[in-house]
Nanobody, 116 residues
Framework: QVQFVESGGGLVQPGGSLRLSCLIS????????MAWYRQAPGKQRELVAV???????NYDDSVKGRFTISRDNAKKMVYLQMSNLKPEDTAVYYC??????????WGQGTQVSVSS
C-alpha cells in the first residue's frame, strides 16, 4: 500500500509561515492528482489544496491567497507553503491522493499549531 510521510509542522505565531513536505512511497507520475487535507480537533478531515496532473491547483476558500501547493515528481514530494497563518489553521495536516480512495492509507500527519 502507498505510504505518506508528512513533516514540517510546528508551533508558530499568527502571521507566521511554515512549509510542509510529504514524501510518497509510490512512483510519482504526472498522472497522479495529489492534495493536502487537515483535521482540527473535534472536526472532520477537510480538503485544503489540490494539485492536478495538469499542474493546476485549487484551494479551499479559507486558505486561498495564503497557501501554495507544489510537487516534485522526481523526488516523490508534495509541498504546502503556508503564510499569514491564523489560529483557525491549527490542525493535523495530511497529504494523500485526490480524490482519496476509500480504504486507502493515511500517514501520521504533521501538527500545525498557530497561537500567540
Amino acid at each position: 500500500q502507498v505510504q505518506f510521510v508528512e513533516s514540517g509542522g510546528g508551533l508558530v505565531q499568527p502571521g507566521g509561515s511554515l512549509r510542509l513536505s510529504c514524501l510518497i512511497s509510490q512512483s510519482m507520475t504526472s498522472l497522479i492528482n495529489m492534495a493536502w487535507y487537515r483535521q482540527a480537533p473535534g472536526k472532520q478531515r477537510e480538503l485544503v489544496a489540490v494539485i492536478l496532473s495538469s499542474g493546476s491547483s485549487n484551494y479551499d476558500d479559507s486558505v486561498k491567497g495564503r497557501f501554495t501547493i507544489s510537487r516534485d515528481n522526481a523526488k516523490k514530494m508534495v509541498y504546502l507553503q503556508m503564510s499569514n497563518l491564523k489560529p483557525e489553521d491549527t490542525a493535523v495536516y495530511y497529504c494523500n491522493h485526490f480524490p482519496w480512495a476509500p480504504g486507502g492509507s493515511w500517514g501520521q500527519g504533521t501538527q500545525v499549531s498557530v497561537s500567540s
